[in-house]
């Protein structure tokens, strides 16, 4: 008949096997064990050394009167694990069964604090597979002798079915670990070919990488161009007690950060080696990993990880996050190139419009050309109303050049228009919105020639357009907005025309704000021979002809004549010299 307590022993053993098909881990195996094997083997007091954190967790029973977990509060807590029977069985893989605590003499420091307890004695077995050591299992008990062959063959089972159980945990926490540390890589290298803003990509990495390493702080530290100092450029550290903060690094920075930039190594510190490491220390950290972002043999910054976990970086992890470091340099360099490349492109722009700016400035006006004192006037005039966004007014007789006045004052203008972007233009006719001016040039110029000849019909559109700012299109009712600014140009007298009458005296006042007059060409003949000698390079240009003087009587009759129709008549004239010479 069998006996019912071997019974019992193995139904428990089934117990603790099908339990640990769950895959417990850590403190609830533990807890497991404690509850289950109690019940079929005596004990006062259980122990597991767990290698992977190098740590011994103890549960005492209620009968040694102290608290259910007392992991850090018995006498066991503080003893080094390296001196501990736990860590011996580990290392050496053999089986320790002590009768009587109080005539051992190996594991002094262990034995002692057992009969502190009032442990009288214990049996230790290794927790292995046939390819790993996991650890240890102990069990003491407050009898003298109380684990015979029986116990301890039986204990050698549930030893074995507890290696399998953490062998297996480690196994698809591995597997899980390496699912994640890749699609960390592969986001980390997604977002570095798709986008260049790299506080975003610094951020989330820091984040991912927190979360995946299951430690408490990641930051990324980089050079400040500007200062030349160090600046923490992204955090991600929600338990912070506030000594870390993203911006630069004032006062001491930390050793082990300069120790990275000079020797470009990674640094993988523990509890004793950080306490001189700065502000790091006084958020509690325990571990500290620091890489360097490398790229191109030149260290770009640092990639650091902290947490209170204690030899929390192993050799592989290492290397993993080496890998990371590799992918933020990559993104830290094509962030920083195109900073570059954007900020030589502003410096660019900015030397062009200072370019521009200079090849327009004084008397450098283009198309026109001449040196007169009315015509200087006139320049002055541009010069003055163009950087205002006040409506000009242009009159003066027909050809005297009212178009490249309008031109110079747009050119000249900070505002700048698509209507006017050309050298070439037409521009009459506009002032009827069938093709939108107004709409198209909002923060734009609009130039109306022959502002004279708007109908009486069509003035008060115009003065509401420049009044208030608003319009409707031609057939609909929908009020548009407009910022455009007004050119108008006219050969006619609109003094005289108000007077008659023929021109609104509102639109008279609102278009003279700033009147500029070009003045006939007979009123500036000391402009003619500059004029002739333009023209004459233009044309022979165009004609292909070569014209290198122009004979003095014909400058002088040139310089004599009235000129009714003005520089176009002189063009014109010019233009026909070339052609028959």
């Known amino acids: 008949m069998v006996d019912a307590s071997l019974t019992a022993r193995y139904d428990s053993l089934i117990r603790v096997a099908e339990a640990i098909r769950s895959r417990p881990h850590g403190r609830e195996l533990f807890e497991l064990l404690a509850c289950e094997l109690r019940r079929v083997v005596p004990f006062d007091a259980i122990a597991q050394y767990d290698d992977r954190p190098s740590k011994v967790n103890w549960h005492i029973c209620p009968s040694a009167q102290l608290a259910v977990d007392a992991t850090s509060a018995h006498p066991l807590a503080d003893l080094v694990t390296e001196e501990t029977l736990a860590w011996w069985v580990h290392q050496h893989q053999e089986n320790v069964v002590v009768a009587d605590l109080l005539e051992e003499t190996r594991f002094p420091k262990t034995v002692d604090r057992l009969r502190e307890l009032g442990m009288r004695s214990l049996c230790a077995l290794p927790l292995s597979t046939s390819h790993r050591h996991l650890g240890s299992l102990i069990v003491a008990s ?9 116990e301890v063959s039986f204990l050698s089972l549930v030893a074995g079915q507890v290696a399998l159980a953490i062998d297996d945990a480690r196994n698809f ?29 610094l951020r989330e990495l820091a984040a991912n990488l927190r979360q995946v390493m299951q430690v408490e702080g990641v930051g990324v530290t980089l050079p400040d161009r500007d200062t ?27 050793r082990s950060v300069l120790k990275v930039f000079e020797t470009s190594q990674p640094v993988n510190l ?8 700065g502000r790091v220390a006084l958020e509690g950290a325990n571990s500290l990993c620091r890489l360097p972002l490398v790229a191109h043999d030149r260290v770009l910054g640092v990639l650091s990880l902290g947490t209170v976990r204690e030899h929390a970086f192993s050799e592989e992890d290492v290397a993993f996050l080496g890998q990371v470091a590799a ?39 283009e198309e026109i050309v001449g040196s007169s004192a009315g015509l200087r006037h006139v320049l002055r005039q541009i010069e003055t109303v163009a950087p205002t966004d006040s409506t000009v007014l242009i009159y003066g007789e027909t050809g005297t050049g009212k178009e490249l006045v309008a031109r110079a004052v747009h050119n000249l203008s900070p505002l700048e228009s698509e209507l006017f972007g050309h050298e070439k233009g037409a521009f009459t006719g506009a002032i009827t919105q069938r093709v939108g001016r107004f709409e198209l040039a909002n923060r734009g110029t609009v130039f ?3 502002i004279g000849e708007v109908s009486l019909e069509l003035q008060p559109k115009l003065l509401r357009v420049l009044q208030e700012r608003e319009f409707e299109r031609l057939g609909s009712t929908r009020t548009l907005r407009t910022d ?18 023929t021109f609104r005296s509102d639109l008279f006042y609102r278009l003279n704000v700033f009147p500029v007059r070009v003045p006939a060409l007979r009123e500036r003949p000391e402009d003619i021979p500059q004029l002739v000698r333009h023209f004459v390079r233009q ?21 004599s004549y009235h000129w009714p129709g003005n520089v176009r008549e002189l063009q014109n004239v010019i233009e026909r010299a070339v052609i028959v010479s």
Do not use: C, W
């Not at 523990?270 to 490491?277: G, K, M, Q, S």
């Not at 044309?539 to 310089?559: C, G, Q, Y």
């Open 228 to 254: 030349g100092g160090l600046n923490l450029y992204a955090l991600d550290f929600p338990t912070s007690r506030g000594f870390l903060h993203e911006g630069p690094l004032t006062g001491d920075v930390s």
């Open 327 to 365: 992918q933020i340099a990559i993104a830290v360099e094509n962030a920083t190139a195109y900073r570059e490349i954007a900020e030589l492109k502003d410096k660019l722009q900015q030397e062009k419009v200072y370019l521009e700016d200079e090849i327009r400035s004084e008397l450098n006006f």
């Open 484 to 501: 455009a600014r007004l050119i108008a140009a006219t050969n006619r007298d609109l003094e005289e025309m108000v007077e008659a009458q």
């Open 270 to 277: 523990n509890r004793d080696e950080i306490v001189a490491d």
């Open 448 to 450: 109306l020639d022959e």
């Open 539 to 559: 044309f022979s240009r165009k004609t292909l002809r070569r014209i290198e003087t122009i004979p003095a009587d014909t400058m002088d009759a040139l310089v």
């Open 173 to 201: 926490h591995e597997s899980q670990r390496r699912g994640e540390r890749l699609r960390l890589l592969l986001d980390l290298t997604n977002r570095v070919v798709s986008t260049l803003d790299m506080q975003t990509v």
């Open 142 to 150: 407050r009898l003298v002798d109380a684990y015979s062959a029986e």
